[in-house]
C-alpha cells in the first residue's frame, strides 16, 4: 500500500510539472490580454487604427524599449524631452492626449506587447466579417487546448493508477500474499472526492465568470429601422457628433436626434450620390436613397407632392437603443465632455469610421474606474475646477509634479458616491 501511495504521488506531482510547463505561455498570454484589455482596448487595437494606431509593430517602430516604456507610462512627460518620433505621433493624432499608466511594470508591458504580437492580422486571414469576428480573432488564444490538454494528462493518471493496482494485485497472488480486493473506482472516496472539487472549482469558475459578464455587451450593434451610416455622416461629411445628440454637452443624456434633425440636411438632400458604397456588416451593398425615403416616411414628406415639409406629420423613428448603463448607476455627459474635455471616441470608438453604431468599450465598472485613476484633470482655463484652489497652489508651488498632474482620482472620481446614487 505504501508503495502504491508512493507511485501515485509521483504521477500526479510529474502531471501537476507537464501542466505547468505547458500552460505556462497560456497564462502569459492570457495575462497580457487581460492587461491590454483592462488598459489599452478603449483606444488601441493590435491590427487597428483607432483613437490611436495600431499597436502591432510598435516595438520596431519606437526602436528603443525603454522609450517605449517611458513613453506608455507617462507621454506628457516624455514629449518634454523633445523625442522626434514621439512628438510627431502626438500631432498626426491631434494631439490627443493619451491616458497615464505609472503603475504598469516592465514585465506587464512585456506580457502586453507579447499579447500583440500573437494576435494575428485579420486581413492575412482572409476578408473582414464585420464587428464580431474582429472581436473573436483579437480574443483567440491557446487556453482551450491546453486545457484539454491537462484533461487527458489527468486521464492518464488515473488509468495507470488503476493499472498499477491491478499489477500488485497479481505481484501479490504470486508471492502468495493475501491481496485485498480493489474499490472500484465509482466507489473509491478519494476519487468521488477528487472529481467533486473539480467540478466545483470549474463551476464556480463559470458561475463568476457569467456573473461578470452579466449585463455588459461590448460589441453589441443591433439592426436599427433606418441604416444611418457614422462612415458617411461624421466621417466623409464630418458632421459634428454634438450636432445630433447635443444633449452631451449640456445634460446628463446625449440624446437621440428628432426627425427634425435630420430634415435640416434632408429636405435639400434626397438621393445618396457619394463615391463610395455603404456596405452593411454582412457585406451587403446599401440603398443609400432607399434608406433616405424610410426616412421620408417616418417625417411625412413627399418631395414629388410639395417642397415645403410640416413637422406635424411627422413621427418618432423607433432607434434602438446601443448603449445602456444600469439604473443604479449615474453617468453625467455634459461633465466628461464639457469639463473633463472627453473626446467622444474615448468611450465610442472612431464612430466616424462605423456604419451601423455599436458598442465599443465594454463599460464595466473596472474600465471607468481605471480611466479615472490614469486620466489627467486638464486644470488649465477650465473654470469648472477653479474651486480646487489646492491643487492649483500645489501644482504652482511644485509641491505636485507637473508632469504627473491631477487625476480625476485625486479628485473623488473613485468615490462610491459620484457614480452610485
Known sequence: MIQHRRIAKT????????????SDKSFAQANGQALFSANCASCHAPHKELTGPALAGVEERWGDKKKLYAWIRN???FLKTGDKY???????????QMNLFPNLTDPEIDAILAYIKSVPDPKAAGPDTGVQGAAATSGEDNSLVYGILTLVLAVVVLILLQVNSNLK???????????????????NKVYIAIVAILLFCVGGYLTVKGAIGLGRTKNYQPEQPIYYSHKVHAGTNQISCLYCHGGAQDSKHANIPSVNICMNCHMAINEYTGKDKIYREDGSEVDGTAEIKKLYQYAGFDPNVSKVWDPNKAKPIEWNKVHNLPDHVYFNHSQHIKAGKVQCQTCHGEVQKMGVAYQFAELSMGWCINCHRTTQVQFKDNGFYSIYQKFHDDLKNGKIDSSKGITVEKIGGTECQKCHY
Not at 11 to 22: A, G, M, T
Open 11 to 22: 504521477l500526479v506531482s510529474l502531471v501537476v510539472l507537464i501542466s505547468c510547463f505547458f
Open 169 to 187: 494485485k497479481l505481484s501479490d497472488e504470486k508471492e502468495g500474499q493475501p491481496a485485498l480486493e480493489p474499490v472500484p473506482f465509482w466507489r
Open 75 to 77: 507621454n506628457q512627460a
Open 86 to 96: 514621439a512628438n510627431e505621433l502626438y500631432l498626426r493624432y491631434n494631439k490627443t
